[in-house]
């Protein structure tokens, strides 16, 4: 019999299961009870401290039981519930939950996807959730890709890998400086910050970005494109890679994909389409036009963590020929004994991005993938357009709100009182301050979460439906919540109650 080791991390078996099953029966009670909750508390960061207390690290240990209890305690009821029906802020979903379990799983076993030595099962399943995705959104499942912590990385995960791709072939030991000219790259004004990141992390600094104007439907001036290309190579620039948006962060516009496509042929360059939001909507038939072209790209960035329901934290990069991901990010350190000892080829996962240590996040998406299925995705990404229509038209026929904009399912509007109905009356410095104090109130009052976004110099507030709870009810008691609380709010600036 083999020794045992008594270890203060170790929970008795007994412990672990009456433990484990009080949890989820935690969790069961939390979904069956989140839409009577708060969407948030609305705490401040200092009644947060109170509630959490200040104490030192401790020296002795706990027992799990009442720890876990105590943690729960403090996140069910301290949140912020991006779960809840009527949380449509930014782009975070509501959390499959099956990607809850999945997760529990996944940290039981812990393989370390880095290497398939590591993560036999694990690898393979991460593969086949990459080649799912690709067949999801429609294009070629031959793509190839990782899974990584979300649109961000994605999108910086290929940034690099094109570059590479681009560049002259010593890049990687000469580095920018020795590149004949400035390398240069192309994206609309709408990308997402990340391009941002990307221009200062790997050192292009953001004058490299060439930030190309939208037209009237916010879509990326494709002509415009093209003319800046030949202007920088007539300069002697390096352009090298052009950024499509298939769903931009602010209202959901994809661009002309096809034409973008046409533009980075023409000129040898790389087609990075950033769909972190927008790409799962191209698995609705009626929708697949509207991303015509995505099949073109080099590679594309898309988050399961957004319109694929997983759990934070799951993005995914997919590149049509993952070589170049390789060449890339492929090292051989002594230290590494990775190649296979058959003679089959070995795919590991530290060769396709940043990380080396890895994290088994494919485990949620892939799960979720099995348990809805296309057809289930179809249905609720459907559904979730349809109610950001629904919550379109309502701004439309209401007499104090005016609708902006609605496009996958974003939908921007803003309150207008009564006395400033007609358009000519309307005075945009006092409704931008009235509605970005109504949006502040919204987001500290718990009953609906919304966020913002500035549309031709208006403050609107902005609802992203990513939410398989919300129903037609939730959008017309959002609808309740925010004329009773902009009415409110405009009175008391009228009474000078509050001074903007
Ligand atoms: C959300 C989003 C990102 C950033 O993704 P994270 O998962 O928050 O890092 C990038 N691009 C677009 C278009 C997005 O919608």
């Known amino acids: 019999m083999t020794e045992k080791r008594e270890v203060p991390i170790k929970i008795a078996l007994d412990e672990f299961r009456v433990v484990g099953y009080k949890l989820i029966d935690a969790i069961?009670?939390?979904?069956?009870?989140?839409?009577?909750?708060?969407?948030?508390?609305?705490?401040?960061?200092?009644?947060?401290?109170?509630?959490?207390?200040?104490?030192?690290l401790p020296e002795q240990g706990r027992p799990a039981s009442e720890l876990i209890s105590t943690a729960t305690d403090l996140l069910f009821n301290h949140s912020l519930l991006n779960g809840h029906p009527k949380f449509f802020g930014y782009i975070t979903s509501s959390p499959a939950p099956i990607g809850a379990l999945a997760d529990l799983l996944a940290a039981a076993v812990n393989p370390n996807v880095g290497a398939n030595i590591l993560?036999?099962?694990?690898?393979?399943?991460?593969?086949?959730?990459?080649?799912?995705?690709?067949?999801?959104?429609?294009?070629?499942?031959s793509y190839g890709g990782i899974l990584v912590?979300?649109?961000?990385?994605?999108?910086?995960?290929?940034?690099l890998t094109a570059r590479t791709a681009k560049a002259s072939s010593d890049i990687k030991v000469g580095g920018l400086v020795n590149m004949p000219g400035e390398m240069v790259f192309y994206c609309s004004k709408a990308t997402h910050t990340w391009?941002?990141?990307?221009?200062?992390?790997?050192?292009?600094?953001s004058n490299a970005v060439r930030w190309i104007p939208t037209d009237a439907t916010n879509r990326m001036d494709t002509a415009i494109l093209a003319r800046t290309i030949e202007e920088d190579s007539k300069k002697g620039k390096i352009p090298f890679l052009v950024i499509g948006n298939a769903g931009d962060v602010s209202t959901g516009v994809v661009d002309n994909l096809n034409e973008i496509a046409a533009v980075c042929k023409a000129h040898n360059l790389w087609f990075h389409i950033d769909g972190?939001?927008?790409?799962?909507?191209?698995?609705?038939?009626?929708?697949?036009?509207?991303?015509?072209?995505?099949?073109?790209?080099?590679?594309?960035?898309?988050?399961?963590?957004?319109?694929?329901?997983?759990?934070?934290?799951?993005?995914?990069?997919?590149?049509?020929?993952?070589?170049?991901?390789?060449?890339?990010?492929?090292?051989?350190?002594?230290?590494?004994?990775?190649?296979?000892?058959?003679?089959?080829p070995t795919l590991n996962y530290y060769e396709y991005?940043?990380?080396?240590s890895r994290g088994f996040r494919?485990?949620?998406?892939?799960?979720?993938?099995?348990?809805?299925?296309?057809?289930?995705?179809?249905?609720?990404?459907?559904?979730?357009?349809?109610?950001?229509?629904?919550?379109?038209?309502?701004?439309?026929?209401?007499?104090?709100?005016?609708?902006?904009?609605?496009?996958?399912?974003?939908?921007t509007f803003r309150y207008v009182?009564?006395?400033?109905?007609?358009?000519?009356?309307?005075?945009?410095?006092?409704?931008?301050?009235?509605?970005?104090?109504?949006?502040?109130?919204?987001?500290?009052?718990?009953?609906?979460?919304?966020?913002?976004?500035?549309?031709?110099?208006?403050?609107?507030?902005?609802?992203?439906?990513?939410?398989f709870r919300t129903s037609k009810q939730d959008i017309l008691e959002a609808i309740d919540v925010i004329i009773a609380e902009g009415a409110r709010i405009h009175k008391l600036i009228q009474e000078a109650v509050i001074v903007i």
């Not at 015509?292 to 957004?306: N, V």
């Not at 991005?353 to 080396?356: A, I, L, R, T």
């Not at 913002?452 to 939410?467: E, F, G, P, S, T």
Request: overall charge negative; charged content about 20%; some cysteine.
């Open 362 to 411: 494919a485990l949620k998406v892939w799960l979720a993938l099995q348990q809805v299925g296309r057809s289930g995705y179809i249905r609720m990404i459907t559904e979730d357009i349809k109610l950001s229509q629904f919550l379109f038209s309502e701004a439309q026929r209401h007499p104090e709100l005016e609708a902006v904009t609605q496009n996958l399912s974003v939908t």
């Open 276 to 344: 972190a939001y927008g790409a799962p909507a191209a698995v609705i038939p009626e929708y697949k036009n509207l991303f015509d072209g995505m099949q073109e790209a080099d590679s594309i960035a898309l988050d399961p963590h957004k319109w694929l329901y997983a759990p934070l934290e799951a993005g995914c990069t997919l590149v049509k020929n993952p070589q170049y991901s390789i060449d890339t990010y492929s090292a051989h350190p002594v230290y590494y004994n990775f190649e296979a000892s058959t003679d089959e």
């Open 417 to 467: 009182p009564a006395e400033y109905a007609q358009a000519e009356k309307r005075n945009d410095t006092y409704l931008n301050a009235l509605n970005e104090k109504l949006l502040n109130e919204l987001q500290r009052g718990g009953k609906v979460f919304l966020s913002n976004a500035i549309i031709a110099n208006k403050y609107c507030l902005r609802a992203c439906i990513v939410n």
């Open 149 to 159: 912590s979300g649109g961000n990385m994605a999108n910086l995960t290929a940034f």
């Open 119 to 141: 993560s036999p099962m694990a690898t393979a399943i991460e593969k086949q959730t990459v080649k799912w995705l690709a067949e999801l959104i429609g294009v070629s499942s």
């Open 195 to 205: 391009i941002d990141k990307a221009a200062v992390l790997f050192g292009h600094g």
């Open 353 to 356: 991005g940043f990380q080396n």
């Open 28 to 56: 069961a009670d939390f979904y069956d009870t989140i839409h009577e909750r708060p969407v948030t508390t609305g705490e401040t960061p200092t009644q947060i401290q109170a509630v959490l207390g200040t104490a030192s």
